[in-house]
């Protein structure tokens, strides 16, 4: 991989933050979006901007075109068998909160289960403990060892509490951990449990192919795979959907209204319920064009690279805690010092233009299992450098130095 030139794709990064040369790496939280992302969004508002779907005007058929387009090409991304199982939404979060008010609104009742994991984004716990409290079930959790990987010896046990979903992250973003989904999916199914896939961290690092995982819903956003904020997608096998009540209600999602009744349009139509987010759609396509391009498998084993570089070098600064030391790990590396704030480092590595994050990672329960109230996160991209490794490195180091003197 010729990082140097990948570097020359995103502009963002040629710049100094705090009169430094910018180190990003937070990269869990967004990526930075590639020239060809950024053209492609300004190109459609050049050429082709209009309202899709409806319209007999060639703008409005080019949208439509160029939308659909896309739709088939997230499709063969995730290897998908049709079209029509890959719904549009703002992003995981989104796509979690159809699921819920869809799927669980009319399979889920009283006395029933959710099962989640101890290592799940807010955004994989909140809509089903509120969804558990109205409907009067539980909400079940996996638990996690030392090491951050998913505690797995009650998992069979937890299976047969009336679950009716098992809803799991592939990778955490807290710790890393690359959760074992083929396994979890296997056993929930031989339950006849479907199981819905947060793939928010895992889709821009991993090959994904949904036909061959057998999971039933999966789920991820746009921003974290160098796609525009804003889009994200849900997949689900064509039998799940068709089962499900639409999610909102109002235009495109309608075939025919009578002030009496509606009858609602077919998949995924039903699902995407006024005008879509076009230019999002189409840099999602650009940025998956683009990841494939460099290929995910180099992509993954670049940033393996870099995570077994830099777990090494902190590893050599005393008092060092990592959270997440799984034998499976994404480029995702958490940790604190006794006694330092997390916060503390996130600002001092920032004066010397350093972009880490810091706090609760939008997961507190797992906060509360590992005992701390934050971690320092660094998460890698393709487009991160030994040197920057390097540099931030030192940057924890002085860190550390200024806040024990
Ligand atoms: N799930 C995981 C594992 C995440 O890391 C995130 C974001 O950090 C989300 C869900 C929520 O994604 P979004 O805010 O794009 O909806």
């Not at 050429?47 to 090409?73: D, F, K, P």
């Not at 409907?135 to 047969?160: M, W």
């Not at 039998?239 to 009540?245: A, R």
Request: with cysteine; glycine share 6%.
């Amino acid at each position: 991989m010729n990082v140097t030139s990948i570097r020359n794709d995103f502009p963002i990064l040629n710049q100094t933050i705090n009169g430094k040369p910018l180190i990003y790496l937070d990269n869990a939280a967004t990526t930075q979006k590639p020239q060809v992302v950024i053209d492609r969004i300004s190109d459609y508002y050049k050429t082709i901007n209009s309202n899709v779907h409806r319209g007999v005007h060639t703008l409005s058929q080019r949208a439509t075109e160029a939308m659909e387009n896309a739709r088939i090409t997230v499709q063969k991304f995730i290897n998908a068998k049709e079209h029509r199982e890959i719904v549009f939404t703002k992003g995981t979060t989104e796509s979690i909160n159809l699921v819920a008010q869809t799927f669980a609104q009319q399979f889920l009742n009283e006395g029933d289960s959710i099962l989640i994991s101890a290592v799940e984004h807010h955004a994989n716990i909140v809509p089903w403990q509120q969804l558990c409290k109205q409907k009067k079930a539980n909400l079940l959790v996996i638990p996690i060892l030392e090491n951050g990987e998913l505690d797995l010896s009650n998992v069979d046990e937890l299976l047969s509490k009336n679950v009716t979903l098992l809803a799991i992250s592939h990778i955490s973003n807290v710790l890393g951990t690359i959760n074992p989904i083929e396994l979890l999916i296997e056993k929930a199914h031989k339950k006849n449990i479907p199981v819905l896939i947060d793939a928010a961290q895992s889709v821009a690092h991993e090959t994904i192919d949904v036909q061959k995982l057998d999971c039933d819903f999966l789920v991820f956003s746009g921003h974290k795979m160098y796609a525009p904020m804003g889009i994200g997608v849900l997949y689900g096998k064509t039998d799940w959907l068709n089962k499900l009540p639409p999610y909102q209600f109002g235009g495109e999602m309608i075939l025919e209204v009578r002030f009496e009744e509606t009858i609602f349009n077919e998949l995924p139509f039903k699902f995407e319920t006024g005008t879509p987010n076009v230019e999002g759609i189409l840099g999602l396509e650009t940025a998956i064009h683009y990841l494939q391009k460099i290929g995910l498998k180099q992509i993954a084993e670049y940033e393996h690279k870099l995570l077994t570089y830099a777990t090494q070098k902190l590893n050599e600064l005393s008092g060092i805690i990592f959270h997440g030391i799984a034998k499976h790990k994404s480029a995702v590396l958490s940790f604190n010092f006794q006694g330092i704030h997390n916060s503390d480092i996130g600002a001092i590595l920032d004066q010397l233009g350093i972009a880490v994050r810091t706090g609760h990672h939008c997961a507190q329960p797992l906060m509360e299992n590992l005992c701390v109230p934050g971690t320092v996160r660094a998460s890698f991209a393709f487009y991160n450098t030994k040197e920057e490794i390097d540099m931030f490195i030192e940057g924890v180091k002085m860190a550390k130095k200024m806040l024990t003197m």
